[in-house]
């Protein structure tokens, strides 16, 4: 069992950037990748990027360019660092983490506003 708390999100002007975080606790031993997720109310959950153990990425063709996942020094955290932020990136941000298996686990979300 993996145990994800994202933070972060906030109410942010357009053109405006936030930098949210993920700490992963529990069975990390066995976490392969992590990444981040968003869903706006009656969409489907979205995504965005991914990086995984050894720090190779991968991003969503509409997320390259302003958004940014990295991994942070302590262990099992990452980060997303989301520049010109536009009313659209308006939704709740989820963190996700592949274990061996494969298995799956979700955070509880953390909601971005991106409005003037």
């Known amino acids: 069992q993996v145990h994800l708390v994202e933070s972060g999100g906030g109410e942010v002007q357009p053109g405006g950037s936030l930098r949210l975080s993920c700490s992963a606790s529990g069975g990390t031993f066995s976490i392969r990748s992590m990444g981040w997720y968003r869903q706006v109310p009656g969409k489907e959950r979205e995504f965005i990027a991914w990086?995984?153990?050894?720090?190779?990425?991968n991003y969503a063709d509409s997320m390259k360019g302003r958004f940014t996942i990295s991994r942070g020094s302590v262990e099992n955290t990452i980060y997303l660092e989301m520049n010109g932020l536009k009313s659209e990136d308006t939704a709740v941000y989820y963190c996700?983490?592949?274990?061996?298996?494969?298995?799956?686990?979700w955070g509880q979300g953390t909601l971005v506003i991106v409005s003037s």
């Open positions: 996700n983490a592949e274990l061996l298996g494969p298995r799956y686990y």
């Open positions: 990086i995984t153990a050894r720090g190779s990425t």
